[in-house]
Nanobody
Framework: VQLQASGAGLVQAGGSLRLSCAAS????????SAWFRQAPGKEREFVAA??????YYVDSVKGRFTISTDNGKNAVYLQMNSLKPEDTAVYYC?????????????????WGQGTLVTVSS
């Protein structure tokens, strides 16, 4: 199984970016998938998850970020709007919960390589 994240970029505050995560060897529609992020000097934190028709978000991105899937392309997306400097981080996609909950990084078996999002003020 391989997850490939893309969509890295530098954007001004208030701007938008869309991250993509493509999978080989795994069908996203069958498993919970999520996005996490890790800012310099900080721990990896939960951003958003999708399980079936349900979506979950950390409070700090609610109303600004949207997680979605395209079953035909077997991809997961993170649409990020109204970006803030504090959103600057390396973003990771993850899928397939082994044990635990969607907001726990330790719960996921498969990870993408990370894609850097930088938001300038």
């Amino acid at each position: 199984v391989q997850l490939q994240a893309s969509g890295a970029g530098l954007v001004q505050a208030g701007g938008s970016l869309r991250l993509s995560c493509a999978a080989s060897g795994l069908t996203f529609s069958l498993y919970t998938s999520a996005w996490f992020r890790q800012a310099p000097g900080k721990e990896r934190e939960f951003v958003a998850a999708r399980s079936g028709d349900r979506t979950y978000y950390v409070d700090s991105v609610k109303g600004r970020f949207t997680i979605s899937t395209d079953n035909g392309k077997n991809a997961v997306y993170l649409q990020m709007n109204s970006l803030k400097p504090e959103d600057t981080a390396v973003y990771y996609c993850a899928s397939y919960i082994v044990s635990g909950s969607y907001y726990q990084a330790s719960a996921f078996r498969y990870w993408g390589q990370g894609t850097l999002v930088t938001v300038s003020s």
